[in-house]
């Protein structure tokens, strides 16, 4: 059985590693800009590219996924029970939606619910990510590619068998569906923006 206080304190340090802002940080030190207050207002790795480049962009979701597989790949190497797991994964998710550093606001919990996936259901996670691609390549809104893994991961976990997973998943889809509240309504509404329409807009002469 895993002693209480390690788990206890590893699902602090993943708290505190997924609140660090890397979005923030990166387009701060490399851009000179602040994403809070430009474009979604969001320090996600889909603001920090549309406003300081693609390559910064893949810098924060980088990050982002590395603190959340980081402290699980430490549970599970440390043969933490399944639930436990869960838990320390469930920190981290928590701390990149409401960062400690930010006044306990945050992202979007995306990036590191991957992230956290990553050495729990690496296929199971795959599959849920091409679809995602595929949206986001035939929609352009990243918001319902990102509604559509998380919402299509708990369906492959099931269908695998590893059920031991499927309440963390769940959780992950129910803050990520929570977190893009105003992005469902501008979906319903036809006033989302669509990544390849800024993508263009921001290639226009004149456009910085």
Known sequence: MTPLIPALCLSVAAYLLGSVPWGLV?????CGLDPRLSGSRNTGATNVARLCGFGYGVATLLCDLLKGAAPVWLAARWDFSPPLISVVALA??????????????????VATSIGVFLPLAFFQLLTASVLCILVIWRSGYVSLGSLTLVSVLPLALAVSGLW?????????????????????????????KSW?????????????
């Open 26 to 30: 990166i387009a701060r030190t490399c």
């Open 92 to 109: 981290a998710v928590a701390g990149h939606a409401a960062s400690c550093f930010m006044k306990f606001r945050g992202g979007k919990a």
């Open 164 to 192: 031991q997973w499927l309440p963390l998943s769940l959780c992950a889809l129910v803050l990520v569906f929570f977190k893009h509240a105003e992005n469902i309504r501008r979906l319903r509404a036809g006033t989302e």
């Open 196 to 208: 390849l329409k800024s993508r263009h807009k921001a290639d226009e002469p004149g456009n910085p």
